[in-house]
Antibody, heavy 123, light 110 residues
């Protein structure tokens, strides 16, 4: 059974940092691209960032709204992806999902999703 | 990158068909055949129902179909059922290894 389990969410002050984790099982994690997608309360989905596999040099890309503040990484030995969030803003408040995708250059088939973890940025 | 444009809501009666549109630009929807659709039930994670414009993952009923014309992608649900009531999101590759989602459409089964 495929599982993606996010953790690390919580309450953080504006300007603060938080690191989310996404533990994967049930599929070949090392060969997959891992994405992060967020959803503010009552709002739509927003793509955040991606990390490709080792075969593709762990290449990362980010949405303009988080570029320079967020970093996606992975540890294939632990089957875990991470989202390091720095310089957090109130508008970063959302449920953050990790999701898996085929490691094609432009593939958009996010076939497995975690349950999400809530990040609240507030003073 | 602006979100793709979807109608806020659509509705239909059981057994009917509904179509949800997803309009982008030549830089996203119109430029690539990497459009996917997701169904999200309240309080749940999204579920992939269409990828690569018109392909269905295993286990997704063939009542769900996708298509694309120019800068607009469409999701059609035929033989509408009560359990289809959910939010639906489109997603497209947007170039430079970025992706963009639509604003979401709430489907109500009357």
């Amino acid at each position: 059974e495929v599982q993606l389990v996010e953790s690390g969410g919580g309450l953080v002050q504006p300007g603060g940092s938080l690191k989310l984790s996404c533990a994967a099982s049930g599929f070949t994690f090392s060969g997959s691209a891992m994405h992060w997608v967020r959803q503010a309360s009552g709002k739509g989905l927003e793509w955040v960032g991606r990390i490709r596999s080792k075969a593709n040099n762990y290449t990362t890309t980010y949405a303009a709204s988080v570029r320079g503040r967020f970093t996606v990484s992975r540890d294939d030995s632990k089957n875990t992806a991470y989202l390091q969030m720095n310089s957090l803003k109130t508008e970063d408040t959302a449920v953050y999902y990790c999701t898996r995708c085929e490691d094609g250059a432009a593939a958009a088939d996010f076939d497995y999703w975690g349950q999400g973890t809530l990040v609240t940025v507030s003073s | 990158q602006s979100a793709l444009t979807q109608p806020r809501s659509v509705s239909g009666s059981p057994g009917q068909s509904v179509t949800i549109s997803c309009t982008g630009t030549s830089s996203d929807v119109g430029g690539y055949n990497y459009v996917s659709w997701y169904q999200q039930l309240p309080g749940k994670a999204p579920k992939l129902i269409i990828y690569d414009v018109n392909k269905r993952p295993s286990g997704v009923p063939d009542r769900f179909s996708g298509s694309k014309s120019d800068n607009t992608a469409s999701l059609t649900i035929s033989g509408l059922q009560a359990e289809d009531e959910a939010d639906y999101y489109c997603c497209s590759y947007a170039g430079e290894y970025t992706w963009v989602f639509g604003g979401g459409t709430k489907l109500t089964v009357l």
